[in-house]
């Protein structure tokens, strides 16, 4: 399996543009709707009773849908499955149970967001030691950018009011290594897994360690309560489907940097989407902090195609049969 770690300059006809656009917009859209589905559901149940609910019957319809589709699975080992399962438990329980734990505790969306959003820094840092690629200066510039843009934004919303301890916007930090964690493992990986065989493995490892906590918990009874399965239809559909499904298309398409640097719009969208349907603050702080995010983006964008479309070089992981997966491949 290849992975190109840079922004690529797009060859080809137009629609392959378009296409890596759509996919882009859908993905930051989607993406956002879940720090949003957080919100909605935080005010009916715990964080694990509402993660149990959204993956639960999501892992059962995609388990029935996996046992009719048996060749998509043909070849894959145990030991590939055990690692998508650790990539899912990484990358969805760990990311997702801290997301909804710091909404939870008083952290509003748009800060979580932009926190989970500083992933870019810590992927450009670990890209070197780990991975061996190159990150330009202008990218290391605009991540810097970004995190200044991540703490503006925190401290306005540690000094809006009655917000919560100090120790809760730690919270969201733990989820944002989680998902380089799982990033960077899935990088390594020597085969490509399709998308719907590495979704399902990751919602099914997600529902056995969320109903097993809900259950230890004592909170696996759901609430009746409309708003609570509202918020449960909108996160199985826009934010597992779509902004999780979106994620690892977009990583195979156009690799790390490129995921990291779109990570930092989420904050941006998130951010008008709670003060407009919750009210959470939007002060000229908050916009500041927003407006470096978004500069961010645009300095790491520059820094990638003024090198001839790639992060200084084109890196690639390649398989053990030395093939590797042709940039703009389509997926199975």
């Known amino acids: 399996m290849a992975i190109q770690i840079g922004i690529p300059r797009l060859p080809g006809p137009s629609g392959r543009a378009l296409t890596d656009l ?3 917009a859908g993905f930051v859209l989607c993406w956002s709707s879940g720090f949003i589905g ?3 559901g935080a005010g009916s149940a715990p964080a694990v009773t509402v ?5 639960l019957p999501l892992a059962v319809a995609l388990l029935a849908v996996a046992a009719l589709a048996r060749r998509t699975w043909r ?4 030991r590939e499955v055990a690692r998508q399962a650790l990539i899912g438990a990484l990358s969805q329980s760990g990311y997702l149970l801290t997301v909804y734990s710091a909404i939870q505790l008083g952290v509003s969306s748009g800060t979580t967001a932009l926190i989970d959003g500083v992933q870019p820094l810590v992927a450009g840092a670990l890209a070197g030691p780990l991975l061996g690629l190159f990150v330009s200066r202008s990218q290391w510039f605009g991540l810097a950018l970004g995190t200044a843009g991540v703490l503006l934004v925190t401290l306005a919303d540690a000094g809006a009011g009655s917000g919560p301890a100090w120790w809760a916007y730690l919270v969201p930090f733990l989820g944002m290594l989680s998902l380089v964690a799982a990033t960077f493992l899935e990088s390594r990986s020597r085969r490509r897994v399709p998308p ?3 979704m399902t493995v990751h919602c099914t490892t997600s529902a056995v360690v969320f109903t097993a906590l809900a259950l230890a918990s004592g909170a696996a009874a759901p609430p ?3 708003p609570f399965w509202v918020a449960t239809a909108w996160l199985v559909v826009l934010s597992t489907f779509g902004g999780y499904g979106l994620y690892w298309v977009v990583l195979h ?3 790390v940097t490129r995921v990291n640097t779109l990570m930092f719009l989420m904050a941006p969208v998130t951010a008008v989407w709670g003060a407009v349907a919750f ?3 939007f002060g000229a702080q908050t916009v500041a902090g927003l407006a470096l995010g978004l500069t961010a983006v645009a300095v790491v964008h520059r820094g990638a195609s003024g090198r001839g479309g790639t992060s200084g070089r084109t890196s690639e992981i390649k398989s053990a049969s030395g093939s590797r997966t042709p940039e703009g491949a389509p997926l199975p």
Request: hydrophobic share 50%; proline share 4%; charged share 20%.
């Open 75 to 78: 070849g894959l080992t145990a």
């Open 38 to 40: 957080a919100k909605l």
């Open 253 to 255: 398409r156009s690799g």
């Open 51 to 55: 993660l149990m609910w959204r993956f």
């Open 279 to 281: 009210g959470e603050p």
């Open 196 to 198: 719907m065989v590495s």
């Open 224 to 226: 009746a309560e409309t």
């Open 22 to 24: 759509a996919l882009a």
